[in-house]
């Protein structure tokens, strides 16, 4: 069991927006900003997309987006394009260890 | 660009020790901190602990300590995690991920299979 709670699915259409949630606590997501969320393909390693609730690396399409209310995080992924299907994790960082999610898999219909 | 390069898969037997490696390339490993990240079949990732490459401090979740070490030699830009005393429940793919921001995991491993078994 995950200290934080994601959906195990979503889908959308490619075009459509989807949303992934993240649920934890007062003493992770909602005690700090540090929430972030990672991609991941099947074979290969994890990517940083969302870091600091709402903040995109270099090089990540403005597609992704992150926010975050009370003790829940969301990633919303607009314009859903083919590539976008992938597992997706959240993290937060919780006074000393990170815990995360346990994924949930994107799918393109 | 940033590339961590893990070590390859293992088979090692209940009470055995295993020992993972991490090497880097493409910035200064000394000065990112260097998390390790587990996530077993059908559960999710869990936070092993860091070590500083330049200072070779660390901090280990409390589940795992007394059973992991981390460590590295900066001479090869590499960071190892060891894991004593293994179990069945121990199986699992093993990451390392720099650390950046003090808060987030910005570049991470491909990922090093460990299965216990019998």
């Known amino acids: 069991q995950s200290a934080l709670t994601q959906p195990p699915s979503a889908s959308g259409s490619p075009g459509q927006s989807v949303t992934i949630s993240c649920t934890g606590t007062?003493?992770?997501?909602?005690?700090?900003?540090?929430v972030s969320w990672y991609q991941q393909h099947p074979g290969k390693a994890p990517k940083l997309i969302i870091y600091?609730?709402?903040k995109r690396p270099s090089g990540v399409p403005d597609r992704f987006s992150g926010s975050k209310s009370g003790n829940t995080a969301s990633l919303t992924v607009s314009g859903l394009q083919a590539e976008d299907e992938a597992d997706y994790y959240c993290?937060?960082?919780?006074?000393?260890?990170?815990?995360f999610g346990g994924g949930t898999r994107l799918t393109v219909l | 660009q940033v590339q961590l390069v893990q070590s390859g898969a293992e088979v090692k037997k209940p009470g055995a020790s295993v020992k993972v490696s991490c090497r880097a390339s493409g910035y200064t490993f000394t000065g990112y901190y260097m998390h390790w990240v587990r996530q077993a079949p059908g559960q999710g990732r869990e936070w092993m602990g860091w070590i500083h490459p330049n200072s070779g401090g660390t901090d280990y979740a409390q589940k795992f300590q007394g059973r992991v070490t981390m460590t590295r030699d900066a001479s090869v830009s590499t960071a190892y995690m060891e894991l004593t005393s293994l179990r069945s429940d121990d199986s699992a793919v093993y990451y390392c991920?720099?650390?950046?921001?003090?808060?987030?995991?910005?570049?991470w491993g491909q990922g090093t299979l460990v299965t216990v078994s019998s």
């Open positions: 993290s937060s960082f919780a006074g000393g260890p990170w815990v």
């Open positions: 991920a720099r650390g950046a921001g003090g808060s987030y995991f910005d570049s």
């Open positions: 600091e609730v709402s």
């Open positions: 007062s003493s992770d997501v909602g005690g700090y900003i540090y």
